[in-house]
């Protein structure tokens, strides 16, 4: 199984040497997903983490009758539910596949073993999770500050590839506005008017 993705995504991290490298070679494991398939689910633990090597997902969060969109990760990012992950606690948001997604799994009591092997694990686990950290607290400033136009031209200067891959309700839903607003925006700035 390949994992150099996981591994120089890792080295960006933290330096991981070779017998620490050769070691997570043994312990992940792949998994693939059709599209449109559950990752996760509300109400399950998530005892893995997960590095998209190819793919894309969403996550979600269901508010009644309705989903909201929380985010996407996609090639060369970290997926799970961190919170789960962290607490042992059932998950509160589900992962779906948008499109056919393989990733390489690692198990949190294999990680935990990696943690008290070597310091470059608890390294990389730390910058991983202050990245996530940094994520999670721009999109909450994006929804509490931004307007719903300056949201959606924000994402397009910053993820223009979220438009040809993520259907638009999903990224209404995302962007915290209806379908129907997202396409007036989008309308209004493909004819030059604010």
Known sequence: MDVAPLLAA???LA????AEAERLRELVRARAFPSGAWILRAGERCSWAGF?????VRYVLRDGDRERNLGFDFEGRFVGDFESFLTGAPSRRSIQALEPTRLLVIERAVLETLYRRHVCWERAGRRLAEEHLLRRDR????????SPRARYVR???QRPWL??????????SYLGMEPETLSRIRSRLAAGRA
């Open 163 to 172: 438009l040809g891959r993520v259907p638009l309700h999903h990224l209404a």
């Open 139 to 146: 999109k909450e400033s994006d929804l509490r500050l931004r």
């Open 10 to 12: 890792l080295q960006s």
């Open 15 to 18: 330096e991981i040497p070779p």
């Open 52 to 56: 998209v090597v190819r793919g894309l």
């Open 155 to 157: 994402m397009v200067e």
